[in-house]
């Protein structure tokens, strides 16, 4: 490729200083993004220019932190959630006979008080009969891991495949039955819906599908059934600070806190952002997100979006603010993959024009498994995205 026709020349030139969260996208990348919305499969992105990214994580730290991941959730299922616990197994299983793990893994005796045992205990047992299993479960290595950046789109980097498929199991749980089932965390139904939250912390894929939000304003909007929210009505939830759509700015007061089991494994993995914000995408078979800007933040800090599910066609692009080039890449983002916005690429503009049919691979098809009857089989024809943001700078004093 023309070096003059490479990206911005300056990073900085794309980032400009009008953080202004209404200005609207180019008319071009509009007009690419309406494309999408009509393609038909083979669904073929064009090829790209690609660099190797400057983020270089090392494989023993990824394994680690993974394995303490999904360690941690286990046994948090097995002191607290033994059907979540047969759930979470039994799904592994289904999608994957040949696994990894199965129920007698965690066949692990209880302490002689008959108390389950201690995490400590947990994790010595774990150490010996679970960390193999994982590790071997830990990349199903013909896929390329490689990280890299795009050269169009300065400071964009692609880590393609990388997490590992307990892994991206483990985030759909603690997202779609943890952190939706707490009041704190916003969802889109909160502002006309009256939530009647589950007992003690269950899942709403435990509810009766036939039950209802309440309306907030009967004369305006009818219940909605629990049926009609999870199949096609449910389109985010917040975690952290909770971002104000409608005024497209972060609440003044102090945001709930960010789960700390998520905030490790990014921190731990991404060592520049502090995550403290973040929206949980939920796409289904038609749904998109148009061309916009993340600039509610004030850190100037990367931003991290993780992709479970479906895939999907992902826009992004930016304007040189000297030359008014606009410079595009049309990417195909699969179940595993993270991206990494920062430089000028952390304010580009970006869109989910399209959710690619029947991609969701096999070890997510069944989730949330066997345990929710009602639901099992509902992640096939959704896509699921993690964006996670730092929003404010740490203060140095
Ligand atoms: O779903 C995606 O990959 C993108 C989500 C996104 O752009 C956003 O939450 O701002």
């Known amino acids: 490729m023309d070096e003059q026709d490479s990206g911005p020349a300056n990073a900085l030139d794309g980032l400009g200083n009008d953080l202004d969260p209404y200005k609207a996208a180019p008319q071009d990348l509009k007009d690419l993004w309406k494309q ?10 064009p090829t790209l220019s690609l660099i190797p990214a400057g983020i270089q994580i090392s494989e023993d730290l990824l394994q680690r932190e993974f394995t303490a991941f999904a360690l941690d ?8 959630d033994s059907q979540g616990l047969q759930g979470f197994l039994a799904s592994l299983h289904s999608s994957n006979p040949a696994a990894v793990l199965s129920l007698e893994d965690v066949n692990i005796p209880k302490s002689p008080n008959q108390k389950v045992c201690s995490k400590a205990e947990f994790m010595t047992i774990a150490d010996a009969k679970l960390v193999p299993e994982l590790t071997k479960a830990w990349r199903h290595s013909k896929c390329d891991h490689t990280p890299y950046e795009v050269v169009e789109i300065p400071g964009l980097v692609i880590l393609p495949n990388l997490l590992p498929s307990l892994v991206q199991q483990t985030l759909l749980d ?3 039955h943890r952190e939706f089932s ?3 965390n916003q969802t889109n139904f909160h502002l006309n819906y009256n939530l009647s939250y589950p007992e003690d912390g269950e899942s709403f ?8 939000f309440s309306p907030k304003t009967p ?8 049926q009609s929210a999870l199949e096609k009505n449910l389109h985010w939830i917040t975690l952290g600070g909770q971002y104000d759509w ?5 609440p003044p007061e102090k945001p709930p806190k960010f789960p700390d089991d998520l905030t490790k494994l990014i921190k731990n993995i991404f060592t520049d952002i502090k995550p403290e914000a973040a929206i949980i995408n939920v796409y289904s078979a038609k749904d998109k997100l148009s061309m916009h800007r993340d600039v509610s933040e004030e850190a100037d800090r990367g931003l991290v979006s993780i992709s479970l599910g479906c895939a999907c066609i992902f826009i992004i692009g930016i304007e040189d603010k000297i030359t008014g080039k606009l410079y595009h890449e049309t990417l195909r983002l699969n179940s595993g993959d993270a991206i990494y916005m920062a430089g000028a690429s952390r304010y580009a503009w970006h869109g989910v024009p399209k ?5 969701c691979p096999d070890y997510l098809q069944y989730w949330p498994g066997k345990s929710y009857p009602a639901w099992e089989g509902w992640m096939n024809k959704k896509r699921v995205n993690l964006n996670i943001r730092q929003m404010y700078e740490e203060k140095t004093s």
């Open 174 to 176: 603690l997202m779609l």
């Open 182 to 184: 707490r009041p704190q």
């Open 36 to 45: 999408w919305t009509k393609a038909k499969s083979p669904y073929e992105v």
């Open 246 to 250: 409608t005024n497209k700015v972060y």
């Open 73 to 80: 959730h286990l046994y948090s299922l097995f002191a607290n």
């Open 355 to 359: 959710i690619i049919p029947d991609s």
């Open 205 to 212: 894929f435990s509810i009766a599908p036939e039950s209802a």
């Open 219 to 226: 004369a305006e909007h009818k219940p909605m059934s629990i």
